[in-house]
């Protein structure tokens, strides 16, 4: 089965480990995501300056690393992410800013990107909503 993967939910909510176990879980089960697609909130687990405390799981470290070992197509919301200050170099130019913080494993896209993914999967999977 083919799963597209949409995150609404900060980091350190619930929402993001459930997602994170619900990907792996798909990937061990032998199932393909088609994509990741982060939203709202979620954009911050594309951000490289979070610190977690250290008796807490970094999950955004986990989701990157998630991310680059199956290489898999990880899309944070262009929209969600420039609100929320989460910048790839270009953006960060764009607007002036000093510095950018978007990491490696992710790509900034619109929100077409989440529809394509799910009119290619068989399933879109969302967590975090409201």
Not at 63 to 91: M, P, Q, S, Y
Not at 121 to 127: G, Q, S, V
């Amino acid at each position: 089965m083919k799963f597209a993967i949409a995150l609404f939910a900060p980091p350190h909510a619930p929402s993001s480990r459930r997602a994170l176990r619900f990907a792996e879980a798909a990937l061990a089960g032998g199932h393909q995501i088609v994509r990741l697609f982060f939203y709202q909130d979620s954009v911050h687990v594309a951000s490289s300056l979070p610190v977690s405390a250290q008796d807490e799981l970094d999950l955004p470290a986990v989701w990157r690393a998630f991310v680059t070992e199956h290489n898999l197509d990880a899309v944070v919301c262009i929209a969600a992410a420039l609100r929320r200050g989460v910048l790839n170099d270009e953006e960060a130019q764009r607007y002036g800013r000093v510095s950018h913080n978007l990491g490696a494993s992710w790509e900034l896209s619109g929100l077409g990107q989440l529809h394509e993914a799910a009119q290619d999967a068989d399933r879109l999977i969302c967590f975090g909503g409201d």
